[in-house]
């Protein structure tokens, strides 16, 4: 099996600019090819989730046009230009794209069918094929309506009233996207806030959109406009980084352009709680994102508690704030997290396993977890899952550990961040 090594080096230092944020580059391919007009979006994630959904979007019969290797133009087919494919689509690993473009095409009146690779299609789906067929779609999928391949037959949609049973930003903007195709108001309520960013789109592209705390209400109807984006750099990718210098005994590392969206920066709320050195300058906006820098240094962390509506603004930082926690004085208790069973992979299981592996001391539980923290990690061999967090969290506790750290299956890094590897080599110092 395939394996990257990382040993701990004597220092960290250096400035990182992490690739486009995965989330804003999603939804700026997504949004703007069901609008009308043509757009250009810079600085896309490199990752191949980005390229699943550009081929998805490019076999609806969306002209999506490279301009650069982190660049593209996005040709609107406008609210009715979407074609029925010729084949199945294949999402690849993106439980985004998946999400995101059920409900789209739960607008669309003709039939597609979407798959994806192992992964994905163990990912619930039945938390966006119950509404939108409320909503009026027709949507099937396997294993009892709940994994990939799904078919869905759109047409006339009619508003619904949905109180969400998860905070997630991924079954969120997928109602709201098959709101913008339906006819009269999609009200949807939140359990606790999620990531806003297609909201935001929404409102910069015409969409009658309010948002009124855990309230969102859409009108549907109402054409949308395409928008030039500037994707700022991705939140979840900063969070190695930081944590990397805040575990490292000789560490200095500013991450540059980092999207500070509140509901992505919940990362930076637990390690304020655990003492850490991290300073937020130079913020700004651009394209319409607030974005700043973020510098982290060496720092003494402690143990903490955190849980409730905090979870939604960190699910995809849970594997690298274990590795934090492990590296803690006292113990660090996760809870309300049970939505990370469903991620790339059981985020539970696989973080509790691997680090256990290194010699992390961890009590898995049915919503989290109980990481006892440590003076140093071990060391050994650890799986990543072909889950793309996980093997950058493993390479993370390696500049920490004791003896050397083996990522296996290391590839599954290029879903979000093909130069990981090259970052951590370049910011390392023997």
């Known amino acids: 099996?395939?394996?990257?090594?990382?040993?701990?080096?004597?220092?960290?230092?250096?400035?990182?600019?992490?690739?486009?944020?995965?989330?804003?580059?999603?939804?700026?391919?997504?949004?703007?090819?069901?609008?009308?007009?043509?757009?250009?979006?810079?600085?896309?994630?490199?990752?191949?989730?980005?390229?699943?959904?550009?081929?998805c979007m490019r076999a609806l019969g969306v002209t999506v046009e490279d301009t650069g290797p982190l660049g593209c133009r996005v040709h609107g087919?406008?609210?009715?230009?979407?074609?029925?494919?010729?084949?199945?689509?294949?999402?690849?690993?993106?439980g985004t794209t998946t999400r995101l473009l059920a409900g789209i095409l739960a607008g669309q009146p003709f039939l597609t069918i979407v798959t994806g690779d192992d992964s994905l299609r163990s990912r619930p789906m039945d938390r966006v094929i119950d509404p939108l067929r409320a909503m009026g779609a027709t949507a099937i999928a396997r294993g009892n309506d709940d994994y990939l391949p799904m078919a869905i037959r759109g047409g006339a949609l009619r508003g619904i009233d949905y109180p969400l049973p998860v905070a997630s930003a991924q079954v969120k903007s997928c109602l709201l996207l098959a709101g913008a195709y339906a006819k009269g108001t999609t009200h949807l309520r939140e359990p606790a806030a999620s990531r806003d960013h297609t909201e935001r789109l929404l409102a910069a592209q015409g969409a009658d959109i309010?948002?009124?705390?855990?309230?969102?209400v859409i009108q549907g109807g109402r054409e949308l406009h395409s928008v030039d984006i500037q994707v700022p750099g991705d939140t979840s990718a900063a969070a190695f980084w930081v944590i990397a210098a805040c575990i490292h005994p000789d560490a200095e590392l500013t991450i540059e352009g980092i999207?500070?969206?509140?509901?992505?920066?919940?990362?930076?709320?637990?390690?304020?709680?655990?003492g850490a050195d991290v300073t937020v300058a130079n913020r700004r906006v651009e394209g319409g994102e607030e974005v700043a820098d973020i510098t982290a240094r060496s720092s003494q962390l402690r143990g903490v508690s955190f849980g409730g509506d905090l979870i939604p603004r960190l699910i995809d930082e849970a594997p690298i704030l274990a590795v934090a926690a492990a590296c803690a004085e006292g113990d660090t208790v996760v809870s309300d997290a049970h939505e990370l069973r469903y991620k790339e992979s059981d985020r539970i299981a696989a973080v509790a396993r691997e680090l256990t592996s290194l010699g992390v001391r961890i009590d898995e539980r049915p919503d989290g977890m109980v990481i006892h923290g440590a003076p140093t990690i071990k060391g050994g061999a650890g799986d990543?899952?072909?889950?793309?967090?996980?093997?950058?969290?493993?390479?993370?506790?390696g500049l920490v550990s004791l003896e050397p750290v083996q990522v296996l299956q290391p590839g599954s890094v290029t879903i979000s961040y093909p130069g990981f590897w090259r970052d951590l080599e370049r910011v390392s110092t023997s």
């Open 384 to 397: 990543s899952h072909k889950d793309h967090r996980m093997a950058m969290a493993l390479a993370i506790a």
């Open 210 to 216: 309010s948002v009124d705390g855990l309230d969102i």
């Open 259 to 274: 999207g500070m969206s509140e509901g992505r920066t919940g990362f930076l709320d637990v390690l304020e709680m655990m």
């Open 1 to 55: 099996m395939e394996a990257h090594q990382i040993s701990r080096p004597r220092a960290l230092r250096g400035n990182i600019r992490v690739p486009g944020d995965k989330s804003i580059s999603h939804r700026a391919i997504l949004h703007n090819a069901i609008a009308t007009g043509t757009a250009r979006v810079e600085n896309l994630g490199p990752g191949d989730d980005i390229r699943s959904s550009i081929s």
């Open 77 to 94: 087919a406008g609210p009715a230009g979407l074609h029925e494919p010729g084949d199945v689509i294949d999402a690849g690993n993106s």
